[in-house]
């Protein structure tokens, strides 16, 4: 048997060649302007199943025939559609997932639509399956008010979206900002009560459960804003018939000019499908024509989002090159290999080309505040968000550009605005400040489970680390505050909820970090509380993998092991100071044996997080980067024992 130390020694030449390889692999793909730029997707099939919707809008049937030029699109998607079909008929919103009501219902109106026959074996079993998780009743809103469009659900049983919400002051920057992107098109779309054609003869009454109340169930506690938003949409809907059309005609019309200032130096209204769809129909019932050029733009926009190379169809729900760029940056830069200094120089010139120079939506909190900061897409102006500019503020410490002074400009707008963007509370949230008005999450329209945008663990944790690297210690207020808020918000188990990353491994190797960043002892309790819980989780075989399942159970549940999970776990267990137990060893060891011959790591699950419980995304790069920041920071570790 060989020595402990030769075993050791042999791993640490494995690891080596690992990342080397692994590093060769990530540097090739690097685009030539400089960035890295990845596949993005969802874990579902809801972005292809509202594109037929979309469709269905934009080329209406003839004489109760629909026959749309893009039928060739849309037999593809439907193809998409039923290749991820679940063994029990209906679909789910992550790999391996069970189904789930709204995709469910998404994809038979989209399958029905599109031509499968509701006799169909496939269409039988969704159809039983639909029935059998409560029926259409039990779909989200969002599902109900896009059918309502066409009379396929009642409009009485959908929530109102009243423009006029935009004319209560504020009011609707207490939504987050997705929310707010996606229900200032929809309010103009539910405004006009379109009653859209379908195909003749076209119904869905089969999905509807016989005994299944369309009703929101009611508080039984008389006072509870529950109740008080029922009454308030009961209040609505009676405005709706009756109300002033003056005031209908302004809060439209301010509708219409809020989304067409944030198209401005963005792709598309909010840079992200869903609003960028409502868009597209509300500027048709807005009256604008097909060739108008406001219209022609939006609809450019959409459908570049679209991935169609003759085997696979899909829609990416955005894009994220200044995420992927930055976190290659990263990892590149954290071994200092020679080869990848004028590839890291190319990404930080590109990058400065992405700072954030124009007021956004955040500038209503903090008018006062210089604008910085990066945003996640191509081009999103109105809205840098607070994760991005902590993770490209740790890129351009390793990466450095043609014009030092640009950058260092750049970076100290960037923590200015950081600092700035600091919730009340000690945490930094992705968005917003105190966006955190609770009361919102019971309007009924509130049911996509992102109607706020609250501080987090994980982005609290990557801005700390992100302001330490830059000089900033515990004794400014904004990290003493930050060490703080991560301290109260451990669980009781020693991890840290993940809101943007599938979920307690991905919020617990950010916390450690960012506690690591800020000086925190690797002796204290909460920290080894911590590196205690993710050696508690490793898989059998050497990995870490966590389930989508965790956002319902409210609890870690288990999954199997993935290159991007297994990282996260061995970045956690080194920021606590645990560079030689058997968990980190063997972690190693699962990078390295699972890593393909070109450097490459494979994953099909889904660890990134949109909207918890409702959407879920494959970062196809998260498999790549993470996996050689983790092994550059072991042999790091190794080197200074």
């Keep these: 048997m060989k020595p402990a130390t030769s075993l050791a020694h042999t791993l640490v030449q494995a690891a080596a060649q690992a990342h080397a390889r692994g590093a060769q692999y990530l540097l090739s793909l690097q685009h030539e302007p400089g960035y890295w730029h990845a596949e993005l997707y969802g874990g579902d099939t809801t972005l292809e199943s509202d594109f037929i919707l979309l469709e269905l809008w934009q080329y209406p049937p003839v004489n109760g025939v629909w026959n749309p030029p893009t039928r060739g699109r849309i037999e593809k998607a439907v193809a998409s559609i039923l290749a991820r079909q679940s063994p029990d008929g209906g679909f789910p919103v992550y790999p391996g997932g069970p189904a789930d009501v709204?995709?469910?219902?998404?994809?038979?109106?989209?399958?029905k639509v599109a031509g499968v026959p509701t006799d169909d074996p496939r269409m039988v079993r969704l159809r039983e399956r639909i029935l059998s998780l409560g029926g259409i009743q039990a779909a989200n809103s969002y599902v109900k008010l896009n059918l309502s469009f066409f009379d396929l659900y009642p409009r009485r049983w959908c929530p109102s979206v009243p423009p006029e919400m935009l004319l209560l002051g504020n009011f609707i920057y207490q939504m987050s900002s997705w929310t707010r992107a996606i229900v200032i098109p929809l309010a103009i779309v539910h405004a006009a009560n379109p009653h859209r054609p379908v195909p003749a003869g076209f119904t869905l009454t089969e999905l509807y459960h016989p005994t299944r109340s369309p009703a929101w169930p009611r508080d039984p506690r008389l006072l509870s804003w529950r109740n008080f938003f029922l009454a308030a949409d009961r209040f609505l809907k009676f405005w709706e018939e009756h109300g002033s059309r003056t005031l209908r005609s302004l809060a439209i019309r301010k509708a219409e000019r809020w989304i067409l200032e944030r198209t401005r130096y963005s792709d598309g209204l909010g840079a992200i499908y869903p609003p960028m769809m409502y868009v597209i129909m509300a500027l048709d019932v807005l009256g604008y024509a097909r060739e108008h050029p406001e219209r022609v733009e939006a609809e450019r926009q959409f459908y570049n989002l679209l991935t169609d190379d003759g085997e696979r169809f899909f829609f990416q729900?955005?894009?994220?090159?200044?995420?992927?760029?930055?976190?290659?940056?990263?990892?590149?830069?954290?071994?200092?290999?020679?080869?990848?200094?004028?590839a890291l120089r190319r990404a930080a010139d590109w990058l400065l080309t992405k700072e954030v120079r124009h007021k956004g939506d955040?500038?209503?909190?903090?008018?006062?505040?210089?604008?910085?900061?990066?945003?996640?897409?191509?081009?999103?102006?109105?809205?840098?968000d607070i994760d991005d500019t902590a993770m490209v503020l740790l890129a351009l410490e390793r990466a450095k550009s043609s014009d030092p002074a640009r950058q260092q400009a750049a970076e100290r707008r960037a923590i200015n605005w950081l600092l700035a963007m600091q919730s009340s509370d000690g945490g930094w949230a992705a968005f917003d400040v105190d966006n955190n008005w609770k009361p919102l999450n019971?309007?009924?329209?509130?049911?996509?489970?992102?109607?706020?945008?609250?501080?987090?663990?994980?982005?609290?944790?990557?801005?700390?680390?992100?302001?330490?690297?830059?000089?900033?210690?515990?004794?400014?207020k904004a990290v003493a505050r930050a060490v703080n808020y991560l301290r109260r918000t451990q669980e009781p188990e020693g991890c840290w909820y993940g809101r943007w990353g599938v979920n307690y491994v991905y919020g617990t190797f950010l916390a450690l970090r960012g506690l690591r960043a800020a000086g925190e002892d690797v002796r204290e309790a909460h920290i080894l509380r911590a590196a205690e819980w993710l050696r508690a989780i490793q898989n059998a075989d050497g990995g870490w993998g966590e389930s989508c399942a965790s956002y319902e159970t409210g609890c870690f549940v288990p999954g199997p092991s993935t290159a991007s999970q297994t990282a996260w776990a061995l970045l956690g267990l080194l920021a606590a100071g645990d560079s030689k137990s058997e968990s980190v060893l063997k972690g190693v060891r699962y990078l390295i044996e699972t890593q393909r011959a070109d450097g490459s790591w494979h994953e099909e699950l889904a660890t990134g997080t949109g909207f918890?419980?409702?959407?879920?995304?494959?970062?196809?790069?998260?498999?790549?980067?993470?996996?050689?920041?983790?092994?550059?920071?072991?042999?790091?570790?190794?080197?200074?024992?």
């Design 442 to 476: 019971y309007i009924p329209f509130a049911d996509h489970n992102a109607m706020l945008d609250p501080t987090c663990p994980d982005i609290t944790g990557r801005v700390l680390e992100a302001l330490c690297r830059r000089g900033l210690d515990r004794t400014h």
């Design 612 to 641: 918890p419980k409702v959407y879920y995304l494959i970062y196809t790069l998260y498999r790549q980067s993470f996996p050689v920041l983790a092994l550059a920071e072991f042999l790091a570790s190794a080197a200074e024992d």
């Design 362 to 384: 955040w500038a209503v909190k903090r008018p006062n505040v210089e604008p910085g900061g990066w945003y996640f897409e191509f081009a999103n102006e109105f809205y840098p």
């Design 102 to 111: 709204s995709a469910s219902v998404k994809a038979y109106f989209a399958l």
């Design 317 to 342: 729900p955005c894009f994220s090159p200044v995420w992927d760029t930055a976190i290659a940056s990263f990892a590149l830069g954290a071994a200092e290999i020679p080869e990848a200094r004028d």
